[in-house]
C-alpha cells in the first residue's frame, strides 16, 4: 500500500503535508498524524482480491501501483460520517464500475453484489442473486440501455439511501478515540523525542 517502510523511511511528498490534509478533508491536523500511523501499520498488510485491488485502485489516485499517505487521507474521508452523501455516492458509483468505463454494467453489479454478500458472510443460492441483481438492474436502468451512469445511479440511491450505510465509517468521527493503541503509541514516540520530564 504504502510506497516506505517505515515513518523514518517514507518520505512525504507535497500532497502529504499534514495541515494540507487536514484543510482539504474533514480530520483534524492531530487525526491526520494518527492516520499517518494506521497508514503504515495497513502498508504492510494489503490482501490482493477482486474487491480490495477495486478499493486499492480507487485509493491510488495517481495510478502508481502504491497509495501514498496524502491519498489514503483524501479517501479515507470519502467514508467519514461527516462526509456529504453526494460524495459518498459519487465514490460508490466507481466502486461499482469495476471496468473503469463510466457505467455500471449487468455483470459488475452482480460481482459486487456477490462481493458484498461474502462479506457480510451470507450464502444466496445464483438463482436468488441472479434474481436480485436483475431486479436492481431493471429498477436503476431507467434508460434501458443495458448499462447504468452516474444519473440514473443517483436517482436509485436517492430513492434507496440504505444504499450508502457502508460508505460510512462511524469511528473515523474520532480518530482519537477509535484507535487508542495509537495515541498511546504517539505520545510514547513523543516522550522517547523529548525524553522524560523532570
Known amino acids: 500500500m504504502g510506497c516506505g517502510n517505515s515513518k523514518d523511511e517514507m ?14 478533508t474533514v480530520f483534524t ?17 494489503v490482501v490482493k482480491d477482486g474487491f ?9 489516485v495517481n495510478q502508481n501501483g502504491c497509495i501514498e499517505f496524502g491519498e489514503f487521507v483524501q ?13 459518498k455516492m ?19 453489479l452482480k460481482e459486487m453484489v456477490v462481493a ?5 458472510d451470507m450464502h444466496l443460492s445464483s438463482d ?21 451512469d452516474m444519473e440514473e445511479w443517483e436517482e436509485y440511491v436517492a430513492k434507496n439511501p440504505k444504499l450508502l450505510t457502508n460508505m460510512t465509517l462511524p469511528y473515523l ?8 493503541s495509537f495515541v498511546m503509541n504517539k505520545e510514547a514516540e513523543c516522550l522517547e523525542r523529548k525524553g522524560p520530564e523532570e
Open 90 to 108: 459519487k465514490y460508490a458509483f466507481r466502486l461499482y464500475d469495476l471496468r473503469g468505463t463510466g457505467y455500471i454494467e449487468h455483470e459488475e
Open 116 to 120: 458484498l454478500l461474502q462479506e457480510s
Open 128 to 148: 436468488i442473486v441472479e434474481a436480485i441483481v436483475d431486479t436492481t438492474f431493471k429498477e436503476t436502468d431507467l434508460k434501458g440501455d443495458g448499462k447504468i
Open 11 to 24: 518520505k512525504l511528498s507535497s500532497s502529504d503535508n499534514f495541515s494540507l490534509l487536514a484543510a482539504d
Open 173 to 180: 468521527m474520532d480518530v482519537n478515540l477509535a484507535f487508542p
Open 75 to 87: 479517501s479515507l474521508s470519502v467514508f467519514h460520517p461527516s462526509t456529504p452523501d453526494k460524495d
Open 52 to 60: 480490495i485491488q477495486k478499493m486499492f485502485d480507487l485509493f491510488d
Open 29 to 45: 491536523v492531530d487525526e491526520v498524524d494518527l492516520l499517518f500511523d494506521l497508514f503504515n501499520k495497513l502498508s504492510n498488510s
